[in-house]
């Protein structure tokens, strides 16, 4: 099985930048596609950014296109989200996910990390 663990989430102002980290084992880390979800207090888990197993693909949210970048750093098992221009609306607590096929769906990724808090303050 895989275990995913994020980090890189905190406490900002609006404009900043920040980058998430999501460490993966199990050696399978390339086999995978990956995404990134995020839930506010109140609301459904939703979609943010993926990336294919090659990780020449990729996919965003309308909400964060052209700001969020998602990559994939294999020879660390790693894969990443660059987070531009913050805004108060992306504080939530974001979640990264794997699955052999993945998708934009949260019922299309079979692992989960647990999650960090990303505040963004105006």
């Known amino acids: 099985q895989v275990q995913l663990v994020e980090s890189g989430g905190g406490l900002v102002q609006a404009g900043a930048s920040l980058t998430l980290s999501c460490a993966a084992s199990?050696?399978?880390?390339?086999?995978?596609?990956m995404g990134w979800f995020r839930q506010a207090p109140g609301k459904e888990r939703e979609f943010v950014a993926r990336?294919?197993?090659?990780?020449?693909?990729?996919d965003y949210a309308d909400s964060v296109k052209g700001r969020f970048t998602i990559s994939r750093g294999n020879a660390k098992n790693t894969v990443y989200l660059r987070m531009n221009s913050l805004k108060p609306e992306d504080t939530a607590i974001y979640y990264c996910?794997?699955?052999?096929?993945?998708?934009?769906?949260?019922?299309?990724?079979?692992?989960w990390g647990q999650g960090t808090q990303v505040t963004v303050s105006s």
């Open positions: 996910a794997a699955d052999w096929v993945g998708g934009a769906s949260t019922q299309q990724y079979t692992y």
């Open positions: 199990g050696r399978t880390f390339r086999s995978y596609a």
């Open positions: 990336i294919s197993r090659s990780g020449d693909s990729t």
